[in-house]
């Protein structure tokens, strides 16, 4: 019986992941991922071709924008996004991994918490455990491997501080393009 | 009024994005691609998957060749390919970005140029503001934050000039591969 | 005839890479891609998404994992996958790439060799003449350019060691995610 439970959920999964994820209605996939257990403030989007790992536990505050092809992980502890967080194309953010040094490669987690305002540049990857102080910066292509203070701009493989964010983050985020 | 044409033009936009990079000929890409307004010269390819944001904004010269998965992007400005120009898989093209220090998080785009013989390799990133000499090699899953001069060859996040091409640049490049 | 011999192999090769690898179960997959030429062991999985071009030419050993949306690319050479290998999601492993210095931007190919219980990370790169020495781990992200010794970790654009593997290796390797 729970054998029959698990590869339902699992059949569901590939559901959201292929054929949720295509449609191109901004309100059709919100209401469709917050019925699998995601959890949406108000005024956020979800485009087109993402994936919600465990949306169960991932959590958007209001007015976030993710954008197309992104991945958010919540199979490795919760996965918290503030307001105002702007994700760009084709971000991945990790909750799980391997242990490295492990005998058995078991996995391992840890939750990953993105404030509010930050902004993550194009492919970049988040991995388990970072958090991204209030504000912060991730430029095009960085591997974000610890923790970001706020208002940083961090850049590169593995990513390093680069400078300070200066800017009043007087905004409220609100991008739902059409068919997108 | 403007409201409506403003929506069938994104619809024609995901149609060029979702269904017509699908199509696996690439005489009909084309054909379809020029009649949403890019410029293109003789014998170029634009393999499947790609995606063209503001075509009428994007100028491809002769003998290019525009592999799988590209994203070019001529929201912010014209983004210009030169003759011979090699892009690899999943290179990605952006004319437009945010500006990180405005107060409100606001677009901010710079035209990008590409001269001849350039040669894109795989997963890189190009951003806004940026030309590529003639000649010039941009290694894989290097991100282009700088302008390149004439045969370079540039690698890394961010990239950095590693050596000097050496090549005649003889050659006249023409790639259709069936089905792709 | 050699024409119309070719142009079908080209069909093929669409097949498996846009139809084949978007079927969500394993079996018939891992059935396909043998049928197609590929060499794969006990106990592998090789999940949706994957693209294997030449799969005459790619080997796989048992208990390896191919995760999503990997590329394997056996046309400029063998490439081998030895026991136990687990690849995540989004690698891309080349053999064939162009010579920079070649006056006529010419094809060059090297065979790649990944060895027992190697772990390749998230969207690393490997270029082709690479090999991956037993245990050894790729960073995500990584772009590795050169051989890896045994039970390193290397990380970084162009991928550098970082550090021992302190594993026994004592695992067994066998991950079928149902619709995956």
Chains 1, 2, 3 share one sequence.
Not at 12 to 29: E, Q
Not at 30 to 52: A, F, N, P, Q, W
Request: charged letters at 20%.
């Amino acid at each position: 019986m729970a054998k029959i439970k698990f590869i339902i959920s699992r059949f569901f999964a590939y559901i959201l992941r292929r054929w949720v994820s295509c449609t191109p209605f901004n309100f059709v996939r919100l209401r469709l991922y917050r019925l699998s257990g995601l959890t949406v403030g108000r005024k956020c989007s979800i485009l087109m071709g993402c994936e919600l790992r465990y949306p169960h536990k991932i959590i958007l505050g209001d007015h976030c924008v993710v954008n197309r092809d992104v991945l958010l992980d919540g199979r490795g502890g919760l996965l918290t996004l503030g307001n105002n967080v702007d994700v760009a194309q084709e971000v991945v953010i990790w909750t799980l991994g391997h242990d490295i040094h492990d005998d058995f490669h078991r996995d391992i987690g840890a939750p990953v918490t993105i404030e509010d305002f930050v902004w993550i540049g194009h492919r970049a990857i988040i991995m388990p455990g970072v958090t991204l102080g209030r504000g912060a910066v991730v430029a095009a292509g960085a591997v974000v491997t610890k923790s970001v203070p706020a208002m940083s701009i961090v850049a590169g493989v593995p990513a390093k501080v680069i400078g300070q964010r200066q800017s009043a983050l007087s905004y409220t985020k609100f991008h739902r393009p059409w068919f997108e």
